[in-house]
């Protein structure tokens, strides 16, 4: 069983920074690839970015490649999402997931776990 905590969120301008991090519980994380996906009102969760159990590896949705970058500490058991650039339309709730796996997935359902979320809102 894996739990995930996410923080780092809050209210920013367009163009301002953010960087996410989520927790995670447990010893067998660097065996789990991690991802971030993010859900605004009315919409599917989506996918965000991901990154492979040992950081090799690392995936973005065509929206936010060269904006954000996804990393990951084993040694923390922590993954982080910086977010540069930020603009309106990436106003969500981001979520951190964990899937048994080497590799991460653009796909919800291969995700084992899943934080609570926490709200990113990017004022104009």
């Known amino acids: 069983q894996v739990q995930l905590v996410e923080s780092g969120g809050g209210l920013v301008q367009a163009g301002d920074s953010l960087r996410l991090s989520c927790a995670a519980s447990?010893?067998?994380?660097?065996?789990?690839?991690m991802g971030w996906f993010r859900q605004a009102p009315g919409k599917e969760r989506e996918f965000v970015a991901a990154i492979s159990w040992s950081g090799t590896y690392t995936y973005y949705a065509d929206s936010v490649k060269g904006r954000f970058t996804i990393s990951r500490d084993n040694a923390k058991n922590t993954v982080y999402l910086q977010m540069n650039s930020l603009k309106p339309e990436d106003t969500a709730v981001y979520y951190c997931a964990a899937r048994r796996d080497n590799l991460g997935s653009y796909y919800v359902s291969l995700y084992d776990y899943w934080g609570q979320g926490t709200q990113v809102t990017v004022s104009s």
């Open positions: 447990g010893r067998t994380f660097g065996t789990y690839a």
